[in-house]
Nanobody, 118 residues
């Protein structure tokens, strides 16, 4: 079973940027489609961004387009989430998820906390 581990979360001031990374222990994510979700306290988990396994461009939730972008680092076998112009409402636990090739996402990481101060 693939185990996903997120990193890069932390505390940042409003207007700042963070880059999250997702790695699969003992595996490369190069053959996985992958996505990012987030969950704020008291709210449902919501989609943030995703990147297909092969053909196709990364895509983001409509409300986050232009600020949040998923990408791959094929050399490292990881998937990243670049977050710019962060706002306090972006405070949440961010989760990485993946699925083999074109399969549905079926593996989740434990999440990494992102806190944006005003």
């Amino acid at each position: 079973q693939v185990k996903l581990v997120e990193s890069g979360g932390g505390l940042v001031q409003a207007g700042g940027s963070l880059r999250l990374s997702c790695a699969a222990s003992g595996h490369s994510l190069n053959n996985y489609g992958a996505g990012w979700f987030r969950q704020a306290p008291g709210k449902a988990r919501e989609f943030v961004a995703a990147i297909p396994w092969t053909v196709g461009e990364p895509y983001s939730a409509d409300a986050l387009k232009g600020r949040f972008t998923a990408s791959r680092d094929n050399a490292q076998g990881t998937v990243n989430l670049q977050m710019n112009s962060l706002q306090p409402e972006d405070t949440a636990v961010y989760y990485c998820t993946a699925g083999w090739e074109h399969s549905a996402f079926n593996v989740w990481g434990q999440g990494t906390q992102v806190t944006v101060s005003a």
